[in-house]
């Protein structure tokens, strides 16, 4: 029987730590940490995100402006937009939501933003930070594994940790956060060989893959911590993750849910990351 991480008590815990630390900033200096999201085009998805983002800010007291463009937005429209944005002193953090529409290009768009207001840590100067150390942002999701881990009081140091997926957004940041903490990292994707005896290894595994069920039990080390990044919709509406819950949570030590897992730690990274921006 492993312990089940839950995610949303952390979160709201942390939540109620932002809430603090933002009215002490609004004290000490008569403005509130903002932040702008930016959506273009009607991605039904996206407009739940930043809906959820929006109601986020002001649980926490923060100023939010939310820029909805149309689908048809050219590169120019959107520089000028964000240009006004970096300039713009009540706002501290930007976020484009992405996927953007095919005309945009995702790359040059992040490079728009100033990287000191960059808190989805997705510019590339951002990026490098997470690599070399020193770093002001980290993406939100990595970083709110690593914050489930903390909380949790599982030890990084020494032991294996093996993550499955390396997007940019997510799997590569993910390994470099771990290795920071003094794991052993290793990173699969779709090339790798026998998967399964390599997440067997695993004292910590992460998976960041989207397809339901594709972590079973016999890729799972007896004890192992299992962080399930996936959310992947089913057929019949449900949400599931990467790991097949069932089969796994009686052989990991602890495990993470979806949903209630690493899923609400994402948007209050986002938050944290806004307010480490307003105060620097
Ligand atoms: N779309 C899905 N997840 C994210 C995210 O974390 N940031 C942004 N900007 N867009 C997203």
Do not use: W
């Not at 962080?227 to 052989?251: M, Q, T, Y």
Request: hydrophobic share 40%.
């Amino acid at each position: 029987m492993a312990k089940i991480i839950d995610g949303k008590a952390i979160s709201a815990q942390m939540r109620v730590e932002i809430s603090e630390r933002c009215a002490e900033y609004v004290a000490r200096t008569g403005t509130k940490p903002g932040l702008a999201v930016i959506i273009v085009g009607d991605d039904p998805a996206s407009k739940v995100y930043v809906r959820n983002k929006k109601l986020a800010c002001e649980q926490v007291g923060f100023y939010s402006e939310e820029i909805a463009l149309p689908a048809e937005t050219d590169m120019d429209s959107l520089r000028s937009v964000i240009e006004r944005l970096n300039a713009d002193d009540k706002i501290h953090g930007i976020l484009v939501q992405l996927p953007l529409p095919p005309q945009l290009d995702e790359g040059e768009v992040i490079m728009m933003i100033d990287p000191r207001k960059d808190v989805d840590a997705f510019h590339p100067a951002n990026v490098g930070r997470v690599m070399s150390g020193g770093y002001t942002f980290v993406p939100c999701t990595p970083a709110g594994v690593m914050e489930l881990l903390k909380r949790s009081g599982v030890d990084i140091a020494g032991r294996e940790c093996v993550v499955v997926g390396r997007s940019n957004i997510v799997g590569k940041p993910m390994a470099m956060l771990l290795l920071e903490a003094n794991g052993t990292v290793t990173v699969c994707h779709s090339r790798t060989r026998d998967l399964a005896e390599v997440c067997r290894r695993a004292d910590i595994l992460v998976s960041a893959v989207g397809k339901p069920h594709f972590i079973t039990a016999d890729m799972v080390k007896p004890g192992a911590v299992v962080i399930d990044v996936g959310i992947n919709r089913l057929p019949n509406g449900k949400l599931a993750g990467d790991v097949d819950f069932d089969a796994v949570e009686p052989i990991a030590s602890y495990i993470t849910p979806v949903p209630g897992g690493v899923g609400p730690m994402t948007i209050t990274m986002l938050l944290r990351n806004t307010l480490t921006a307003a105060e620097n």
